[in-house]
Structures are given as C-alpha cells and as structure tokens.
C-alpha cells in the first residue's frame, strides 16, 4: 500500500522544465527580437509596371486599324456604296466604329486585337486591368490624340513622358504594357477547401 501512495504522489508533483544550458549552469538568453507573424492574402504584392514600346504600339494600332477599315468596308459593301460616295454619315460610322471597338475589347480584355497579337494589355496605376470607365476615358480622347493627323499630338505627347503616355492615357491614368506571363502553376487558395 505504501508503494502506491509513492507512486501518486511522485505523479501529483507539478514537473518542472529545465534547458539544457541551465543543467550544464549556463545561462542562455534569448536575444532575437520576436514580432508578429506574417499573414499571406490572396492580394499580390505590387509590381512594377514597365510601359510598352512606342513602337510595339504603333504596329498593334495598324492592325487595330486594318480590322476596323475591314469592318467599314463590310458596311459600306452591305450598304451596296462605293468608296466614292463617303459621306459625312459614312465618316459619321467610321468614328463610332472606332470608339466602339477599342472602348469594348479594352473594358472587357484591357486589350484591343492588335495588342493581344503583340502582347500588351492596358493597366490602371495599380497594376489592375483596364475598366470600362477608364476604357472610356482614353478613348474618348483617341480624337484628339489624331491631331492634326495620324496620332501627331499623341504621338508627341508620348514622347514627352517618361511612361509613354498619350492624352487619353493621362485623363484615364492608364499605361498600355507587356502583358505578363501566366503562371501555369499557379498556388492554391489557402482557404478554400478548409
């Protein structure tokens, strides 16, 4: 009986921890300074946004320019006209058409035909894609940009900056970039599945 009552007693004794530095009788510090831990987020970090070359530009807005002049022909071949008879109301199409076709494509892709071909993707400051309300923006004044003629003011006006940027880019605070490469692996959601 005594022999039990040892044995509760030994288990009943609060154990105490003792580090291997203080059996030896050394006494161990910690000196690194302990601070909260990082949480990651589904948000990526910022990135630098590099602007596209002019001249990656001027060929994605030639062919941006062949399909619309394709579109407009359609029309006027469907409207039975020939290119002799255009028109102011012809001239009239040929400007919404234009507005159209890069106001959608860069609202919904942030890139137009001719930039997809070429790798480039239009980016708000943040790094985020081009909206619609930024789409619409920069092309309102792709007009302007044309003056005098074939994108002289906006050309100049890129020349100028240090982005590369036109009119429209300015009033948007867009910049037309390299499209970035997809991760084909790219990592899991953390909490999707928890």
């Given at each position: 009986?005594?022999?039990?009552?040892?044995?509760?007693?030994?288990?009943?004794?609060?154990?105490?921890?003792?580090?291997?530095?203080?059996?030896?009788?050394?006494?161990?510090?910690?000196?690194?300074?302990?601070?909260?831990?990082?949480?990651?987020?589904?948000?990526?970090?910022?990135?630098?946004?590099?602007?596209?070359?002019?001249?990656?530009?001027?060929?994605?807005?030639?062919?941006?320019?062949?399909?619309?002049?394709?579109?407009?022909?359609?029309?006027?071949?469907?409207?039975?006209l020939?290119?002799?008879?255009?028109?102011?109301?012809?001239?009239?199409?040929?400007?919404?058409?234009?507005?159209?076709?890069?106001?959608?494509?860069?609202?919904?892709?942030?890139?137009?035909?001719?930039?997809?071909?070429?790798?480039?993707?239009?980016?708000?400051r943040?790094?985020?894609?081009c909206?619609?309300t930024?789409?619409?923006?920069?092309?309102?004044f792709?007009?302007?940009?044309?003056?005098?003629f074939?994108?002289?003011?906006?050309?100049?006006?890129?020349?100028t900056?240090?982005?590369?940027?036109?009119?429209?880019?300015?009033?948007?605070?867009?910049?037309?970039?390299?499209?970035?490469?997809k991760?084909?692996?790219?990592?899991?959601?953390p909490?999707?599945?928890?």
């Amino acid at each position: 009986m005594q022999t039990d009552y040892s044995i509760r007693t030994e288990i009943q004794q609060p154990m105490t921890y003792q580090s291997p530095g203080a059996i030896l009788g050394l006494e161990l510090k910690d000196t690194h300074t302990h601070t909260d831990p990082t949480i990651e987020t589904l948000r990526t970090p910022p990135v630098k946004i590099t602007p596209a070359s002019l001249a990656r530009r001027a060929i994605a807005n030639a062919l941006d320019s062949l399909i619309i002049t394709l579109l407009w022909l359609t029309v006027v071949l469907v409207q039975q006209l020939s290119p002799s008879q255009f028109s102011a109301a012809n001239e009239g199409y040929l400007m919404v058409t234009t507005f159209v076709y890069f106001f959608v494509l860069e609202g919904l892709f942030a890139s137009t035909i001719g930039k997809r071909l070429l790798h480039l993707s239009v980016v708000d400051r943040s790094g985020d894609p081009c909206n619609f309300t930024s789409s619409f923006l920069r092309n309102v004044f792709r007009f302007v940009d044309w003056f005098p003629f074939l994108y002289i003011l906006g050309l100049a006006l890129a020349l100028t900056s240090n982005d590369r940027l036109r009119l429209g880019d300015r009033f948007a605070r867009t910049i037309v970039t390299p499209s970035s490469k997809k991760d084909i692996n790219p990592p899991p959601a953390p909490f999707l599945f928890h």
